[in-house]
T-cell receptor, first 114, second 114 residues
């Protein structure tokens, strides 16, 4: 059973470009969480999604950031018009159901904005 | 919202000795407390977790204790080995209609001295 997969693992963008980060949850998992980790810091919650629904986006900046988890395919975290402050590691985690707390993390996407 | 504090930020331990990392949380409704190990360039890996109806849990060399009254929980690693060197994060979550987002501590960088 493959774990949580994220791609790309490393992404370099220039200021003003768009970044698209993908997350495929573990097989059988329908809940996805996105977290951001700044250098030398802990992980901060961004958004929680279930298939075709955003449940909680309270940790995601209101502008430039969006997330989706379509019926088919991976979850996408999209950052428009990136700025240097967006440089961070972005992790997604998945869990099997709303009753289960355990979250399994992917390897992350390290975004660098030049 | 929940706030999790973690101490110490760095810890050096002689190989074979024990390591203890402590966390406190603020939300008395929190009922799930996982610990993650993160190696350089990788995603967080769940190593042990505890729920609020249990005071202690052990898995081989790793144990976690929870004091709900004082709102603190600790990770204990015995007979430390070089491969235990990593950054360790505690986290907490409170039930919220199925949204089990995690609030993380700021991490402890553990170094095992051979």
């Amino acid at each position: 059973n493959a774990g949580v997969m994220q791609n790309p693992r490393h992404l370099v963008r220039r200021r003003g470009q768009e970044a698209r980060l993908r997350c495929s949850p573990m097989k059988g998992h329908s809940h996805v969480y996105w977290y951001r980790q700044l250098p030398e810091e802990g992980l901060k919650f961004m958004v929680y999604l279930q298939k075709e629904n955003i449940i909680d986006e309270s940790g995601m900046p209101k502008e430039r950031f969006s997330a989706e988890f379509p019926k088919e395919g991976p979850s996408i975290l999209r950052i428009q018009q990136v700025v240097r402050g967006d440089s961070a590691a972005y992790f997604c985690a998945s869990s099997p159901s709303r009753e289960a707390d355990t979250q399994y993390f992917g390897p992350g996407t390290r975004l660098t904005v030049l | 919202g929940e706030n999790v504090e973690q101490h110490p930020s760095t810890l050096s331990v002689q190989e074979g000795d024990s390591a203890v990392i402590k966390c406190t949380y603020s939300d008395s409704a929190s009922n799930y407390f996982p610990w993650y190990k993160q190696e350089l360039g990788k995603g967080p890996q769940l190593i042990i977790d505890i729920r609020s109806n249990v005071g202690e849990k052990k898995d081989q060399r790793i144990a976690v204790t929870l004091n709900k009254t004082a709102k603190h929980f600790s990770l204990h690693i015995t007979e430390t080995q070089p491969e235990d060197s990593a950054v360790y994060f505690c986290a907490a979550s409170a039930p919220n209609f199925g949204n089990e987002k995690l609030t993380f501590g700021t991490g402890t960088r553990l170094t095992i001295i051979p």
